[in-house]
């Protein structure tokens, strides 16, 4: 007679409890978990139980019957009672065999278990039946699945992890088929990733929206921001708002938008259907909800890379400092990278006699047009108060010492002047013996009038 479920398993419960005095619980599996959806008889229950954990996650698992004399004896028992001295455990099974969840019972007394082995798998077979005949195990709740996935949000990686996170669990919460996330860059908006086989109309989408451009993606970023969320009513041959005309283009005929951040930062979460549905004011909130979890946590991950570049960075030139050359130089290759040890000639006379505001400048100059002299995948570094360093790969020592010369014209081109010592690291030589012998080399450049470049020995 149960019309649910989670009632056919409360009658079960109900029903056993006249008959014993045993903790009884019904768990069934929910996603991936074991949830309980009936119990009785005890002070605290395990709400949620992961698929092999306990002897109910045992029993789950292989399918067959759990008879516990002695729970001490049993490593897998999970304590809900300090009384409990016996447990029984039977699967629910479907048509199949294949379980669905557990009967649990929990004594803490002097009990036959044998003549109740019978009695609660017969019980779980009527109960399994039942189940399937009401459609199965309760489907996970939208909230439950919010919660889920907001977990999923919050442990992201990288911004790219976060925003795939976050456009999957919109797409499942909302049971809408596509979800796109646009992020306000610097030069627009940005389209987040998709998934790894996106579908047929996540693919029409991002291809009109790319068509359209950043003018058009910054139109419904801007719209989102200045009215709010907003959503479809599910009305044939009602005409789309102008702005979202790439969308419909698309094939949308369903779609929730809803702000993301901050107006000037933020972004917009689209989430789309091309059948023609009528999402719910709930299903807004919840995507409103899943918006400002991922901002929060979008936002942290931003915070957390700014400290760890302004952590690895001279706060003055930007360059990284000590802290990552000396990870860079651990790692040169003997006779192939070459150390560039950079003074700047008379600087010291510039704070004496301009203050350190103007060393600032020197400074600050000289490292753009330093950075603006190497090539491509050549690092530069800030180590002291006028001193650099710059890592290169070269192929032969001729090679370092022109690129050492391209850094003095630059610098000359500022009105300053700098001395260059050039060391390539000997086989076996730690990095700090060959960033020594570059310094030697540029002592060697100061003693012969500055200005000029000069090769340590190999």
């Given at each position: ?148 996935h907001a977990a999923a949000v919050s442990s992201a990686p990288t911004e790219w992890d976060l925003m795939g996170a976050a456009s999957c669990a919109a797409r499942e919460v909302s049971t809408l088929s596509t979800a796109v996330l646009l992020i306000a860059g610097p030069e627009g908006a940005l389209l987040g990733p998709s998934p790894l086989v996106p579908g047929e109309l996540e693919t029409r989408i991002r291809a009109e929206l790319t068509e359209a451009g950043p003018a058009a993606l910054g139109r419904m970023l801007d719209r989102a921001h200045r009215y709010g969320a907003g959503y ?227």
């Amino acid at each position: 007679m149960a019309s649910s479920a989670q009632e056919a398993c409360r009658w079960t419960v109900t029903a056993l409890s006249r008959y014993t005095p045993a903790t009884i619980s019904v768990l069934l599996q929910v996603h991936d978990r074991l949830r309980c959806v009936a119990a009785t008889g005890a002070w605290q229950v395990f709400a949620t139980v992961p698929p092999e954990t306990g002897i109910v996650g045992r029993v789950y698992a292989t399918g067959a019957a759990a008879v516990v004399p002695d729970v001490t004896a049993d490593p897998d028992y999970l304590p809900i009672r300090p009384d409990v001295t016996a447990e029984l455990c039977v699967p629910v099974l479907d048509r199949s065999g294949r379980a669905i969840g557990v009967l649990d019972l929990q004594w803490s007394g002097p009990v036959d278990l044998e003549p109740w082995r019978e009695t609660a798998q017969r019980l779980a077979a009527r109960l399994g039946a039942r189940i399937v005949a009401l459609g199965g195990p309760p489907a996970e709740s939208r909230s439950e699945k919010l919660l889920r996935h907001a977990a999923a949000v919050s442990s992201a990686p990288t911004e790219w992890d976060l925003m795939g996170a976050a456009s999957c669990a919109a797409r499942e919460v909302s049971t809408l088929s596509t979800a796109v996330l646009l992020i306000a860059g610097p030069e627009g908006a940005l389209l987040g990733p998709s998934p790894l086989v996106p579908g047929e109309l996540e693919t029409r989408i991002r291809a009109e929206l790319t068509e359209a451009g950043p003018a058009a993606l910054g139109r419904m970023l801007d719209r989102a921001h200045r009215y709010g969320a907003g959503y479809t009513l599910g009305e044939a041959d009602q005409p789309p708002t102008e702005d979202y005309r790439p969308l419909t283009r698309a094939g949308v005929r369903t779609l929730v938008a809803v702000p993301v951040g901050p107006v000037d930062a933020g972004g917009v979460l689209l989430v789309a259907d091309e059948r023609l549905l009528r999402p719910d004011p709930t299903t807004v909130s919840l995507m409103e909800l899943l918006a400002g979890q991922a901002w929060t946590s979008l936002d942290r991950l931003r915070t957390l890379a700014r400290l760890r570049e302004q952590a690895s960075s001279d706060p003055l030139t930007g360059l990284r400092h000590t802290g990552p050359f000396g990870q860079r130089i651990a790692a040169a290759t003997p006779g192939r990278t070459a150390l560039l040890a950079i003074d700047v000639d008379g600087f010291k006379t510039v704070n004496d006699t301009y203050g350190h505001q103007a060393g600032d400048r020197v400074l600050v100059g000289l490292a753009r047009a330093l950075e603006g002299a190497l090539r491509h995948g050549d690092e530069l570094y800030r180590i002291g108060g006028d001193e650099f360093v710059a890592v290169i790969e070269v192929s032969r020592p001729e090679e370092a010492v022109r690129i050492a010369e391209r850094l003095t014209e630059a610098a000359r081109r500022t009105g300053r002047t700098i001395s260059v010592g050039v060391a390539l690291p000997r086989p076996g030589e730690s990095p700090d013996l060959t960033l020594r012998r570059a310094d030697q080399a540029l002592y060697a450049v100061k003693r012969q009038g500055r200005d000029g470049v000069h090769l340590a020995a190999a």
